[in-house]
C-alpha cells in the first residue's frame, strides 16, 4: 500500500478500514497467498528527504511495536508492505519497502526461476550499487537493477529497461513468463506504480477515485473527512467496500501519482542494449 496526500497517520491507513493492511497481512482476498505473515516493512517521510523505515520478520497483525509506531507517524508520502515469502529467508532484510538515497522501492509477485537466473541478473547491476544489497530476494536485486537503468532520473524508462532485461535472462533459461510484479516506487514527492506480467495476468493493483465525489457520495465517513482532495492511496485490494471508492489500475500500465493530479500510461518493458558499468 502506497499514501500520497496532506499528512495523514500510519495507523488511521493500515488499522481502521474494514480491509486494512494489517487485516490483509493475515486474510488476503485477491493475493496468490491468503495469509503474509513472513514480516513486514514501513516507510514514511518526514522533514528531510531521505525516508524512515522499519521493517520486521514478525506478522504484521501481532506487533505491538507497529501499532504503537502507527499512531506516531504522520507523513504524506507512506509505504507499507505485508511479506509472503516466494522462497528466500525470513529475515529483516528482506523486507520491503527497501531503500536507496531518497529512493522507497516495493515488488508484489516474482522473478520466474530466481535461482537460476539471479547470476546473470546481478552481474548486470551497477558495481557502485552492487554493495548495497544486504538481502536475497528478487525484488531487492531488480530494484538495484532499476537503479542501475536510471531509476533517479526517469522512473518509468528505468523500471522497462530492468523489466525487459530481466524476461530477456528469463527466457534465455527457458522461462517462458519470466516476471509477474505490481511495483510501487517514490522520491517523497511523486509515487510511480506499475502493474505488469509477462504473461498478460497481473497482480491486482487499486487506486482511490476522487475524494470530492467520495465525500459527497459517504458524508458521515471519518477517513474521507480527514483526506485531502489531492490524496491517493495505491493499494494490492481495496481497504474496505465503498462503492467507487476505488479504481482498478488497468494491466500493463504505469500510474504516476504528484501534487497536481496523476496520469495512467501504458507500460511495456525495454530490452536495453546493455546494462550500465560503474
Known sequence: MA???EPLLARDLLYTSENSL????????????????DGFGLGWYLDGPEPGLFRSTEPAWNDRNLHELSGAIRSSMLFAHVRASTGTAVQQTNCHPFRHGDRLWMHNG?????RAVRRDLAFAVDPSLYPEIEGTTDSELFFHLALTFGLEDDPPAAVARAVGLIEQVG???GEPFPLQMTVATTDGRTLWAFRYSSEGRSRSLFRTADVSALREQYPDNPILARLALDSRVVTSEPLGGLRGAWRE????TCLTVHRDGEELAPFAPVVPEAAPVG
Open 110 to 114: 516474482a522473478i520466474a526461476g530466481f
Open 171 to 173: 527466457r534465455a533459461h
Open 3 to 5: 499514501y500520497s496526500g
Open 249 to 252: 489500475v488497468p494491466e500493463a
Open 22 to 37: 494489517v487485516v490483509q497481512s493475515l486474510r488476503a482476498r485477491l493475493g496468490v497467498d491468503p495469509t503474509n505473515g
